[in-house]
């Protein structure tokens, strides 16, 4: 299944970056095999593949972060090897890390400019923060990504993880760079934004940037990356001219198998139309507020229904699942939880009351760094792995996650495998699989696939249909409509921390218009513009 | 917007770490001047303000290794160790300000050998600092041979030493503290370096990231508590009138209480050198209100106890009862 | 000289002018070149152990020239917390282990295991010797038999309350002519020093209605806390007319103190008296400045020579020694500072060392 | 290859270098000073109380905390097994006084940090005050002894087939910690919620219990090391125990339990334990003049960790995982419908 590799016809500029046969494996498990690929000035080179395919590897290698076994790469003809991320960053070599690296202790803005400060001269003495300055230089940028003046200078610690994501992408675009590496940059992002982000990317391309864009939105690449090299366990594949190959072709090659629109397929299989008063309510909220950030939050989930939840950065989201876990405290109204009033201390009680929750910022809240895969996937509910209700059996911890390893497809070597050193794709997978096994009967899913390839997320939307269609109710929050639309039998709208909108029967919604109303709506509703017609 | 205007300002100043420890002192302070008639009085204020100074200095230093997300075990050593440097060459009649500059040398160098240790060659900096510690009270040790260093004392180490006033109340030891302040102060709030600290101390693999040195900065952090530990040593040196080679015993654990009483973090990223300061005030006050009121000494450690879960009881307080009034603020939208 | 009176002979308690040349030849045929392995144990180093060191070492070298007996000398000591001495009883059982013929030890560890292990090491041949130790208060029994379970050959040392709390007392009595207020910078509370001192102090001034001790602070046996203590109680009382430091780095502390508050030292008729206890180098100078009042020297070089001289005699010459030697003690002052300062002097000066 | 990967497996795991290292200064010792192996009983005897706050102290770091109190709690409760004993309760109840004292202690430092969210440093060293404090004002008359039991100062100097009791009763403890921390649900629990408090939270676990349980733990290690104590001093003193605090966490943390928390386990902290006061024990034996013993310690301490973390290293990088898991399962056909 050779394809004719059109760049050499179609684009001449010349190669500004040129990977050769670059190596790098781990306690003797190859992440990366002889991968090569070449960025040209002023192209948008997309990287695809499934978890663990490699991507961040040669991402981290190509920005010092790790160090290559074998192998080189030539940034504008002279072979570049940096030892740390100053040296890349010094060659002009600019990251957006995968996993959201800004520094809690610190402001939007000095985050931005950490590393390259602008400094006052006073008296002939370089040594004074010119904060002034770089807030001009920035706050263009900035509030165009909606980050307002102030929000400069609070500290990233007060941000939900949205948030975070778009600091730091206008972080990375501040840079003048000559290579500008993005890892997922969009995963979890909004439409908004990301129509934003592309037209700066675009931007950069014609100043004749090289841009090399990891995702795993096969829908975004059309229009806007030029080639896509894919890699599949750690080899590169083809370098695909975009414009003549379809999604299609490009998800074979990521699995190296004939399935036709993978991970599309879940529109024609939408959960059965459905009615939701003949189904016995497991979860309500009535008027739940959380001062200063949820306000006067009701709503009802039943029993093998999905509630989308969709709404901008800070609309209160997450905090909203934070607060029926019981992680923050509500400052007034009730939660039922099978008609029984909860009130819990703290998330523990929760899990035990039958609520799960998938947290959205993975790095920091998802994983437990150091544990093995398998210790990860069990912590939640340990009495299942474990002899005597209190002594944990490794074998049968072993076998349940082996099992999950197998469904989820999580690449690792071995399931002792410490988490942190999984790709993130992985990492997600793994979360996933806890909550599931945690045997909830309410699950709360706060961005359920970033950075999840396009195979695996059609398998996590299967095993959230199979939860609820097993009678179990899940909130799904997204900022993927499309994601969900897929999942959800009801979307609300959130903005300022209250529910601005509800969109019932999304099933009954199928035809293609209908979807993209529905689209417009939610936008519209969580952007806070009127709309012409009501709901 | 206005509201979040206020609420950001409203939030940087409730949201101060060392608000906690103010209140306190002026809650105990308050409590202590009805007690003690004699309490409220300049001359003793400067009593034991004097007697706290080269605590306050081991204390910014410490603060700025727990920012960098470190920890120093060896200042009391180094400054014991400097203590005995000034004394010695002191002895063999070199000028002051040479001594000074020798004992400065050996803090920073000291200070260095502890950032490589973390750094370079990647001890646990509880380990490396806890070894530092050994090395510099052997050293003084085997110079000492278990007698103190005597005879070296003349006016200027009577000032230096903060025996004897410059100026009124105004003492060598004040001036070296407020200007240390004041230099660290200005670093951390206002220099690049000074971001770079919390950025280490905060999250380390992003700060590399970004492209800054992570080892220089950690290194730095050490040699300014190496620095300040000597200049401590320096006042010891003439406060204490001789240097037993045990002089430097405990006043580490004494500096971390002080600083993390003003705010700064075992975890890193956080911290303040006024906090230090206040920190360290309120622990010499808690000493002086004791002996004051006259508690039999078999109860001070009790009552020294109480004071510090009073001094962090109040910090937290201040902190739940901020949360609630940003709450309230963010509420009337 | 001063040396001279001290060279007591442990034999014929006759001072060394005597022509004693015949005995010695004997003792040296009885001797005959043996060696004698001598373990030191200390509660922590310091001035006071170190010129007790000294003068053991000193009058090892006397017997040496004298007798031709050999020596090993193991000093042994944690580097803190003396109070809690529980480190000491591992240096005792390695003592034991390696065999030696003696060990002087001083102690914060609780009696009772101390006095364990000197009957274990005792019953494998080792002689153990306590310095400077409180033992007098330790043991219920004693109350009524003092060297009731002492497993020790001999306990050389000074009784803290009468040889040095009390002797400090008597002298601020008499300078004051029994008139006056007083105040004390006590070591921490529960060292054992501390209390007997303190004891003695109090049994006095009881004496003399005149007296009143108005406070009292936690000096910690340090001089910089010393100070701070003392500045804070000269505030609140700052018409005292004495401090006790119940060591000499307390007692230096405070006189620093009355500086800082501007306050006068002792002239003999107005100012502050301060008076301390140990007799080291440092405080001699400060009493000749003036600084100090006076402190009570405790002879820490005679009580080394004396821990030797008793050994000696029991081990070798077989004699039976007291269970309680105690060294002498004196006040010094302006006075007589010459002399005690000289004779310190000169036992360091010598460069003996074991 | 298997047995070669087998070691190096067995050598990253954390505490197994130093206890080679322990092995190896040992054998050096031995042959240094002949008499080392007739001291190691004593010097073990001394040990065990320390080696019990260490393992105490592990359990709290491994948490993500520090606890600086377990020294002079320690202290406190041999002053009450002491004096209860002295006062003549019988014995059962007076060493079960003393661990309670330790227990007790362990609450209240649990309390004030979980219910108040104090910081752990601070919130220790107050009660390390407060209970040094009560010790003085115990042992405030004279000093505490006077303990008549035979079965209680058997507890130390009792043997069984030569071996003093001491070390059964330290063993079979240290022996329940190690499978409290690897095999039970609690022990995970802590271990996550010393790798990442926020993850462990999210993920369901009660932070605050658990927390709270490991410095009931090292509050309770604390207070049998009391009572050992006690048994073996037949005495107590007021500063009793002041300053093992750093011992234990020194020993800890150069067993390799990190202060980062999340890594470690009791034997760990047991090897390393045993390093320190082998060491020193080894270094008197060879009669290292006190002035410069802390220099040599000192350095001999480095070289130790150093040594440990290379060895770790190596092991890490060179034990690979077992071959057959490598494989990826190939997708099947039609995984994607
Ligand atoms: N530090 C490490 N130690 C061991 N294995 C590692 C380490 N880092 C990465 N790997 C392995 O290398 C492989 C590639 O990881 P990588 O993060 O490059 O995948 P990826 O293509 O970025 O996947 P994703 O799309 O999920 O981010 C994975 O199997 C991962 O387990
Ligand atoms: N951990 C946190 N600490 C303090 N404030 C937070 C935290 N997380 C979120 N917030 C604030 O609470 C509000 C709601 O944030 P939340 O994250 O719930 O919104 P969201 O819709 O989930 O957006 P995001 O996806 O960015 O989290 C925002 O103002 C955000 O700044
Ligand atoms: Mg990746
Ligand atoms: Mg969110």
Redo the contacts between chains.
């Keep these: 299944m050779s394809f004719p590799t059109a760049l050499s016809t179609t684009r001449s500029a010349p190669i500004i970056l040129d990977i050769r046969q670059i190596s790098k494996s781990y306690q003797g498990v190859a992440a990366l095999e002889n991968a090569s690929l070449q960025v040209r000035k002023g192209e948008i080179h997309a990287v695809l593949g499934g978890n663990g395919a490699g991507k961040s590897t040669l991402i981290g290698i190509l920005s010092g972060v790790t160090q290559p076994d074998s192998g080189e790469f030539l940034l504008e003809g002279s072979a570049l090897a940096p030892r740390n991320p100053r040296d890349a960053i010094k060659s002009g070599i600019t990251t957006i890390y995968q996993e959201l690296s800004l520094v809690p202790a610190l402001t939007t803005l000095e985050n931005i400019f950490l590393g390259r400060e602008l400094i006052i001269e006073r008296a002939g003495m370089k040594v004074l923060l010119d904060r002034k300055k770089m807030k001009n230089e920035v706050i263009e940028l900035a509030q165009i990504f909606g980050i307002s003046k102030d929000e400069l200078d609070i500290p990233i610690s007060e941000f939900g993880a949205l948030k975070k994501k778009v600091i730091e992408i206008v972080k990375a675009l501040t840079f003048d760079a000559r290579i500008l590496i993005l890892d997922e940059p969009t995963s979890g992002l909004e439409e908004e934004e990301r129509l934003h982000l592309f037209d700066h990317m675009r931007n950069l391309r014609s100043r004749g940037v090289g841009l090399i864009w990891v995702t795993h939105h096969l829908d975004e690449l059309h229009g806007l990356a030029d080639v896509a090299t894919i890699f599949r366990d750690g080899r590169t594949l083809e370098s695909l001219n975009l414009e003549n190959s379809t999604v299609g072709e490009i998800t074979n090659l990521m699995f190296g198998i004939q399935s036709n629109e993978a991970g599309l397929r879940t529109k024609n299989d939408r959960l059965q139309k459905d009615d939701k008063s003949n189904r016995p309510e497991v979860l309500s909220l009535h008027a739940v507020s959380r001062a200063g950030v949820l306000r006067d939050i009701s709503f009802s989930l039943h029993a093998g229904e999905v509630i989308g939840i969709s709404g901008l950065a800070g609309a209160g989201r997450t905090e909203l699942a934070r607060v029926i876990m019981g992680i923050d405290t509500r400052t007034s109204g009730q939660i039922f939880l099978k008609g029984k009033e909860v009130n819990f201390k703290s998330s523990a009680f929760a899990y035990k009351a039958g609520i799960a929750m998938l947290p959205e910022d993975r790095k920091q809240l998802g994983i437990i760094s150091g544990l093995s895969v398998a210790e990860n996937i069990s912590i939640s509910n340990l009495s299942s792995v474990s002899r005597f209700g209190f002594i944990i059996s490794r074998k049968k911890e072993r076998e349940l996650a082996t099992k999950y390893k197998e469904i989820l497809s999580i690449r690792t070597p071995s399931v002792n495998q410490k988490i942190n050193n999984l790709s993130g794709g992985s990492q997600q997978k793994a979360i996933v699989a806890r909550c599931l096994n945690s045997k909830p009967s309410v699950l709360i899913i706060d961005e359920p696939t970033q950075g999840v390839d396009v195979a695996a997320k059609t398998e996590v939307h299967e095993l959230i249909r199979d939860f609820t269609s097993k009678g179990g109710a899940a909130i799904v929050i997204a900022s993927e409509i499309q994601e969900l639309l897929e999942l959800s039998h009801e979307i609300l709208v959130l903005r300022n921390g209250s529910i601005v909108g509800r969109i019932e029967n999304v099933q009954n919604s199928i035809e293609k218009s209908r979807v993209v109303e529905i689209k417009a709506e939610v936008l519209a509703l969580s952007a806070g513009k009127r709309l012409k017609n009501e709901i | 917007m206005a509201n979040q205007r206020f609420n950001i300002s409203m939030k940087k100043f409730l949201s101060d770490p060392i608000l906690g420890v103010i209140i306190l002192l002026l809650l105990v302070g308050g409590v202590a001047s009805f007690t003690v008639e004699v309490f409220f009085t300049l001359q003793n204020f400067t009593n034991f303000l004097s007697g706290s100074y080269f605590v306050m200095l081991l204390a910014m230093g410490m603060t700025v290794v727990l920012i960098s997300g470190g920890i120093d075990l060896s200042i009391g050593a180094v400054m014991a160790l400097c203590a005995g440097i000034v004394a010695k060459l002191a002895l063999q009649g070199m000028s002051v300000p040479l001594v000074i500059v020798c004992a400065l040398a050996v803090g920073a160098f000291v200070g260095c050998l502890n950032g490589l240790l973390v750094t370079v060659v990647g001890l646990p900096d509880f380990i490396a600092t806890l070894a530092m510690s050994a090395f510099a009270t052997g050293i003084l040790f085997i110079w000492t041979k278990g007698t103190p260093i005597v005879g070296y004392m003349d006016e200027t180490y009577k000032q230096i030493g903060g025996l004897a006033p410059i100026y009124r109340e105004v003492t060598v030891p004040m001036v070296i503290a407020i200007v240390v302040a004041f230099a660290l102060g200005a670093m951390l709030k206002k220099t690049k370096f000074g971001v770079h600290l919390f950025s280490v101390g905060s999250n380390r693999l992003a700060t590399r990231q970004s492209g800054i040195n992570v080892t220089n900065i950690r290194i730095l952090a050490y040699v300014i508590s190496g620095v300040c530990a000597a200049l401590s040593g320096i006042i010891m040196a003439g406060r204490n009138t001789t240097v037993p080679p045990d002089l430097g015993g405990g006043y580490e654990v004494l500096a971390i209480a002080a600083a993390l009483i003003g705010g700064a973090s075992l975890m890193g990223g956080r911290g303040r050198i006024l906090g230090a300061i206040l920190g360290e005030v309120v622990l010499a006050m808690t000493i002086n209100i004791i002996n004051l009121l006259g508690v039999p000494s078999s109860y001070q450690k009790i009552f020294i106890g109480g004071i510090l879960l009073l001094a962090v009881l109040v910090n937290q307080l201040v902190i739940s009862s901020r949360t609630k009034i940003l709450m309230r603020s963010t509420n009337k939208k | 000289n001063a040396i001279g009176t001290l060279k007591q002979d442990a034999l014929t308690g006759t001072s060394a002018t005597v022509d004693t040349a015949a005995t010695d030849a004997a003792i040296r045929k009885l001797v005959n070149g043996r060696t004698i392995k001598l373990g030191f144990a200390p509660p922590?180093?310091?001035?006071a152990?170190?010129?007790a060191q000294q003068g053991a070492w000193n009058q090892m070298k006397d017997y040496e020239t004298r007798y031709g007996v050999k020596w090993v000398w193991?000093?042994?000591?944690?580097?803190?917390?003396a109070?809690?001495g529980?480190e000491t009883?591992?240096?005792i059982?390695?003592y034991v282990?390696?065999k030696y013929d003696a060990v002087f030890v001083c102690s914060?560890?609780?009696?009772?295991?101390m006095q364990?292990l000197y009957k274990q090491g005792s019953a494998k041949g080792v002689e153990f010797y306590q310095f400077n130790s409180t033992e007098q208060?330790?043991q219920?029994s004693q109350a009524t038999d003092a060297t009731a379970g002492l497993s020790s050959v001999s306990n050389i040392s000074y009784d803290n309350r009468w040889q040095s709390g009390a002797l400090a007392a008597q002298y601020i009595a008499k300078e004051l002519k029994g008139k006056g207020e007083i105040i004390m910078i006590?070591g921490?509370?529960?060292?054992?020093w501390t209390?007997l001192r303190e004891q003695g102090f109090r049994a006095v001034i009881k004496k003399f209605p005149g007296l009143k001790i108005v406070?009292?602070?936690?000096g910690g046996y340090?001089?910089?806390k010393g100070?701070?203590?003392a500045?804070?109680?000269l505030?609140?009382y700052p018409k005292i007319n004495a401090i006790y430091g119940e060591n000499e780095?307390m007692a230096?502390g405070a006189s620093?103190a009355i500086?800082?508050?501007r306050l006068k030292h002792w002239d003999g008729k107005s100012g502050i008296i301060t008076i301390g206890a140990d007799g080291l180098?440092?405080g001699m100078?400060e009493i000749r400045k003036g600084n100090l009042t006076a402190t009570v020297n405790v002879g820490y070089a005679d009580m080394g020579r004396t821990m030797i001289r008793t050994m000696f005699a029991h081990k070798v010459l077989g004699m039976d020694v007291a269970k309680f030697i105690r060294v002498p003690t004196v006040i010094v002052d302006k006075s007589n500072v010459d002399i005690f300062q000289s004779q310190i002097k000169a036992e360091l000066a010598t460069k003996v060392k074991y | 290859m298997k047995f070669k990967n087998f070691f190096f497996r067995s050598v990253s795991i954390t505490g197994v270098p130093i206890f080679g290292l322990l092995i190896l200064i040992v054998a050096l010792f031995q042959f240094v000073v002949p008499i080392f192996n007739a001291t190691v009983g004593d010097y073990i005897t001394n040990l065990v109380p320390v080696l019990l706050l260490t393992v105490g102290a592990a359990i709290v770091i491994i948490g993500g905390s520090i606890d600086l109190s377990i020294g002079t709690v320690c202290g406190l409760s041999a002053g009450i097994t002491m004096w209860t004993l002295a006062s003549g309760l019988p014995t059962a109840l007076s060493i079960l006084l003393g661990v309670a004292t330790g227990t007790f202690f362990g609450l209240l430092n649990g309390f004030l940090i979980t219910k108040f969210g104090i910081n752990d440093f601070i919130a220790t060293l107050a009660t390390l005050n407060i209970s040094g404090g009560l010790l003085i004002v115990l042992s405030q008359a004279t000093e505490l002894y006077g303990a008549e039991s035979e079965f209680f100062t058997s507890l130390v100097y009792g043997s069984f087939f030569g071996i003093p009791t001491s070390f059964f009763i330290a063993g079979a403890i240290i022996l329940l910690m190690q499978f409290l921390l690897l095999k039970t649900i609690l022990g995970r629990r802590i271990f996550a919620m010393g790798n990442s408090g926020a993850a462990a939270n999210v993920a369901g676990i009660n932070v605050r219990n658990v927390k709270l349980a490991t410095f009931v733990l090292s509050g309770t290690l604390a207070g049998c090391a009391g009572v050992l104590l006690a048994s073996r001093l037949g005495g107590v003193q007021a500063f009793l125990g002041l300053g093992y605090e750093f011992t234990a966490i020194a020993g800890a943390v150069v067993g390799g339990v990190s202060l980062a928390g999340g890594r470690g386990s009791a034997a760990a902290a047991l090897a390393g334990g045993l390093f320190i006061g082998t060491l020193a024990q080894g270094l008197q034996l060879i009669g290292v003049e006190p002035i410069f013993f802390g220099i040599v310690s000192g350095l001999a301490l480095i070289i130790g960790v150093i040594f440990d973390q290379k060895i770790q290293d190596i092991g890490q990088l060179r034990s690979r995982f077992d071959s057959r898991v490598l494989a990826q399962p190939p997708r099947k056909e039609g995984d994607h419908g």
């Design positions: 922590i180093l310091s001035e152990y170190t010129i193991t000093e042994e000591a944690p580097l803190n917390n109070h809690s529980v009883t591992g240096f059982q390695n282990a390696k914060a560890a609780p009696a009772a295991v364990q208060l330790n219920k006590l921490p509370a529960g060292s054992d209390k406070g009292a602070a936690d340090v001089r910089d100070l701070t203590a500045a804070d109680l505030t609140k780095d230096l620093a500086d800082a508050a180098v440092s100078d």
